[in-house]
């Protein structure tokens, strides 16, 4: 990848491309658009953008109104304020309801690596994926970022989008497509499925070209809508490789392989193994750092494929 931007530039430039087109669009922040970017809606539409200083639910509760009115607000602000400081609201007001509100979930997993534990976001697809009605995106880099900003202002219904504060690279050669409910197969393979999403697919594709030196020839399937999940997709090559890793900068418990585990043993029984974080609160560290020691690298994928396959080859 030569190219990169930070996701949260990405963000913004995609509210304000499509602010034109879209003109009941309004974008809502809590006193941290210059971080999540939202600042760059403000600058081209200052009428259609609302600061709500420090005040995660007021603003959620505002959004919801604003749907109700014939609005598509853009609620933005931390990952973990939006899942877990104004969970109620989220859960009562929009997801109850079915209202047409999109939560942008910024600074998520370890990305927010300098401020700990208190800040890092790892849950928050767990929490909002609970959530009946409630949509789920996880853009990986810039062409699935301005995909999933468009698909997500166009479908009618409650969105959650994660972004990460981290830079985003360029992975699907400048295709922007993004249809919600549908994986991306990047790689064809047989041994194994690689099952990612996020800005961990680098260190996922890193892998599968590592792997295919060895002589497993393994699959990469992208997954930037954890809900609805690409079943489909998910089935066709659990049957075909026999064994799936799961790859995910968030907890195991209900994420992607939270998700990928409850449709499988219901659906296609096969072997799984996930890698993510393990029943843990982040701390602060480099970035880099906490992704090492997490086990969210391309050295820890691959050792979870050797066990996988391992596994697989004393069963059969």
Do not use: W
Request: hydrophobic content about 45%.
């Amino acid at each position: 990848m030569t190219v990169s931007k930070p996701m949260r530039v990405v963000f913004g430039e995609a509210l304000c491309r499509l602010g034109e087109e879209i003109p009941q669009l309004a974008v809502l922040d809590c006193d941290v658009s210059s971080s999540t970017q939202t600042r760059l809606f403000a600058q081209k539409y200052p009428e259609r953008f609302f600061n709500f200083g420090i005040a995660e639910a007021n603003m959620v509760g505002a959004a919801a109104g604003m749907a109700a009115s014939g609005l598509i607000p853009v609620a933005s602000t931390f990952a973990f304020l939006l899942a877990l400081r104004a969970g109620d609201p989220v859960q009562s007001l929009i997801a109850y309801n079915k209202l047409n509100v999109k939560l942008a979930g910024g600074y998520a997993g370890l990305s927010d690596f300098a401020d700990g534990a208190s800040h890092q976001s790892v849950m928050d697809i767990s929490i909002m994926r609970a959530m009946p009605n409630m949509t789920v995106l996880v853009p990986s880099d810039i062409e699935t970022t301005y995909g999933a900003v468009a698909a997500m202002l166009k479908h009618n219904g409650p969105v959650y989008l994660r972004l990460s504060r981290d830079l985003a690279g360029s992975c699907h050669g400048g295709d922007e497509s993004f249809e919600i409910g549908c994986a991306k197969v990047l790689k064809d393979g047989n041994d194994v499925t690689l099952a990612v999403s996020g800005t961990l697919l680098p260190y996922v594709l890193s892998a599968a070209e590592q792997l295919e030196k060895l002589g497993i020839s393994a699959a990469v399937v992208e997954f930037p809508t954890i809900k609805p999940l690409d079943g489909e997709t998910l089935v066709r090559y659990a049957k075909k490789t026999g064994a799936v890793v799961s790859v995910e900068e968030h907890t195991v418990l209900g994420g992607l392989g939270g998700a990928i585990a409850e449709y499988l043993s219901e659906n296609c029984p096969a072997r799984l193994r996930r890698v993510g974080l393990a029943d843990t609160f982040g701390e602060s560290g480099t970035y880099q750092g906490l992704l090492n020691k997490y086990g969210l690298m391309t050295p820890h994928i691959i050792h979870a494929v050797n066990q996988v396959l391992e596994y697989q080859n004393l069963t059969n």
